[in-house]
C-alpha cells in the first residue's frame, strides 16, 4: 500500500476587502476505488496559521450533488479535520469567512491539505 498527499495553499482573491468572505475548491482524487488509479482512503484538513479567528465552512462536491460539512470555526493555529471522502466525491469546497483583520493583524494563513492512500 502506498500514499501520498498534496496541499492547496489558500489565498484570497486580489484586491478584495478586509473581512470579506470568500470560496475556493479543492479537487479530490477518485475515492472509493473508483478510478483509473485507486485511491483509498482520501482525507481531507485544513491547516491554519495566525491568530486572526476564521470560520470554515465546508461543502463536499458529489456526482449528483453535495453535501454541507461545516461551519468549522477556528481561533487559534493548528489542524482541522474536514473529512474522509468516499466514492463519487469530486471535490471539497471551502467558504471562508475571516474576522478581525485590520492593516496591523494579517489575514490567517490556510492551506488545505489532501491525503490518499492506494491498495
Known amino acids: 500500500m502506498g500514499s501520498g498527499a498534496y496541499a492547496v495553499v489558500i489565498d484570497p482573491p486580489a484586491g478584495l476587502a478586509a473581512n470579506t468572505p470568500f ?33 470554515i465552512q465546508a461543502t463536499l462536491i458529489r456526482s449528483g450533488g453535495s453535501q454541507t460539512l461545516g461551519p468549522f470555526p477556528i481561533n487559534s493555529p493548528g489542524r482541522q ?32 491539505l489532501v491525503e490518499y492512500g492506494t491498495p
Open 23 to 55: 470560496t475556493r475548491v479543492v479537487p479530490l482524487p477518485p475515492a472509493g476505488n473508483t478510478g483509473s488509479v485507486r485511491f483509498q482512503p482520501v482525507f481531507v484538513s485544513v491547516a491554519v496559521g495566525g491568530t486572526t479567528p476564521i470560520t
Open 81 to 112: 479535520g474536514i473529512c474522509q471522502a468516499g466514492a463519487g466525491d469530486l471535490a471539497v469546497e471551502l467558504g471562508f469567512t475571516p474576522s478581525g483583520v485590520t492593516p496591523t493583524t494579517p489575514p490567517t494563513a490556510v492551506t488545505a
